[in-house]
Structures are given as C-alpha cells and as structure tokens.
C-alpha cells in the first residue's frame, strides 16, 4: 500500500521560507516521478513542481517564478519542496503525489497516488 506524508507546513510571514518534505513508502521510489500540487480556498488543485524519478530534471508551475526548488532523495524515499519569498496568495494545502510514470507531469491525472497534504499560511 502507498502512503505519502507530507510534513513542513505552518504560519510563516511574507518573504519567509518553508521546506515541505513527503516521506514515501510501498512504492519503488526511484521509478517514480514526483510532485506537488496546491489548493486554496475555493479554488482547484493547481501544479506546482515535479521532479522526474531519477531526480535529473523538473519543472515548475508559472506562478514560481524561481522562488521553489523540488527535490528528492531517493535514499531517504522522500521529495522536498523548498519555499522561499513566499506571498500570502501562497497561501493553500500543499500535497504531494506519486506519478504513474518515471517522467515528469503537470497533469493531475498523471499521478495515481496523494498525501493528506500539509496547510501552508502566509501572513501579510
């Protein structure tokens, strides 16, 4: 069975930093290409970064503009979303998904397998 835990989040005041981890087990880790999506309030689960199962390439949703970095170690079974200048419309449940697949996906559909997610608030 396939659980991914998300820890990390919390209150955290604009122009700070929150590093997200997602501990995964019963999956072959390394075969599988990793994400984080968001929700906010009201509105629909959006991409935010996913990093390919070998860890060698990723890509990132419009919005971060270089503020995220993704990033996994397979070792440890665990992916990272690092948070930096962070804004209040940051501000959502982040989870993190198992992708079907070793290559990298910004489609929801693509990933087969979700954590509870963990709430990330910024305060203006």
């Known amino acids: 069975q396939v659980q991914l835990v998300e820890s990390g989040g919390g209150l955290v005041q604009a122009g700070g930093s929150v590093r997200l981890s997602c501990a995964a087990s019963?999956?072959?880790?390394?075969?599988?290409?990793m994400g984080w999506f968001r929700q906010a309030p009201g509105k629909e689960r959006e991409f935010v970064a996913t990093?390919?199962?070998?860890?060698?390439?990723?890509y990132y949703g419009d919005f971060v503009k270089g503020r995220f970095t993704i990033s996994r170690d397979n070792a440890k079974n665990t992916v990272y979303l690092q948070m930096n200048s962070l804004k209040p419309e940051d501000t959502a449940v982040y989870f993190c998904?198992?992708?079907?697949?070793?290559?990298?996906?910004?489609?929801?559909?693509?990933?087969?397998?979700w954590g509870q997610g963990t709430q990330v608030t910024v305060s203006s």
């Open positions: 998904a198992a992708s079907r697949t070793p290559g990298w996906s910004t489609r929801i559909s693509s990933y087969g397998n």
């Open positions: 019963g999956l072959t880790f390394s075969t599988n290409a």
């Open positions: 990093i390919s199962g070998s860890g060698l390439s990723a």
